[in-house]
């Protein structure tokens, strides 16, 4: 079975003083049976790292470049964020598909140099309002999968989230239904490349997950956790995000 897995994805947010979150969740992670990971800005990973000390919490980053080094102004490698102490990393957010144009290729050539530095990718997929509508979610999440996690790397390499692009920073959530419905696709989709071995990757849900409404979705099928915004922002929501986890 999977490892159960909350992450928070800190966007574009946070300065030193926001660090002091990391102190304030330091009981609900001595308590958590499940990994924690949170992904700062660049500039704080190193800091969080150092201010996790003993404390069981993985950092992760948000991007990374394909490459290792080169001329790429303004970039920042997996190896350069694994020096920095980060173990895991996003790719393939919706916000850096749609913000920077990254395609599913774009996407497993970040996860697969991610791997290669000893990184976790956290690779994410997900339909649009509009393809949701269309009722193509099914096959766009099936091409993303296809196009985004490289064939290579291992189950404990890799974490899948799902996040459904309408739902992340709305407030809006899928039914447990649809969240079910996509995640055993996904589980499946993983099943028909590696056979049972896919049973052992995360899958994450992602997309306005709150202190309300976590225990209701890791209730669900398939779903082994998740990966949260706004919500990982301030221990006071993240902390029982991470309870509601471990409880399950
Ligand atoms: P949200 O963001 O929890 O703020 O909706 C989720 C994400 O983008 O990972």
Redesign the pocket.
């Known amino acids: 079975m999977a490892r159960k897995v909350a992450a928070g994805?800190w966007?574009m947010h946070g300065t030193e003083s926001d660090l002091a979150q990391v102190d304030a969740l330091a009981e609900a992670i001595a308590a958590a049976r499940c990994d924690v990971v949170l992904c700062p800005p660049t500039t704080l990973i190193a800091r969080m790292s150092a201010r996790a000390g003993l404390m069981d919490l993985h950092v992760g980053a948000q991007t990374c470049h394909p490459a290792t080094s080169g001329a790429h102004t303004g970039d920042v490698s997996a190896t350069m964020l694994a020096d920095a102490g980060a173990t895991h990393v996003?790719v393939g957010?919706?916000?850096r598909r749609a913000d920077h144009g990254e395609t599913n290729e774009d996407v497993a050539a970040q996860a697969t140099a991610a791997v290669e530095a000893g990184l976790i990718a956290i690779i994410?997929v997900g339909e649009t309002e509009a393809e949701r509508d269309a009722g193509v979610t099914l096959n766009v999440v099936a091409s993303q999968l296809a196009g985004s996690v490289p064939t290579g790397a291992l189950p404990a390499q890799i974490i899948v989230?799902y996040?459904p692009v309408w739902?992340?920073?709305?407030?809006r959530t899928p039914t447990l239904e649809q969240i079910a419905e996509v995640h055993d696709h996904i589980r499946s989709e993983l099943a028909a490349r590696r056979g049972s071995a896919a049973d052992s990757i995360p899958l994450l849900y992602?997309?306005?997950?709150?202190p309300a409404n976590a225990a209701e979705i890791f209730a669900v099928s398939n779903v082994d956790g998740?990966?949260?915004?706004?919500?990982?922002l301030k221990a006071a929501d993240f902390g029982p995000i991470i309870k509601a986890l471990s409880a399950e």
């Open positions: 994805n966007k996003i957010h919706s916000e994410c989230a996040e739902a992340i920073g709305t407030g992602g997309g306005s997950v709150k998740a990966l949260v915004g706004g919500a990982s």
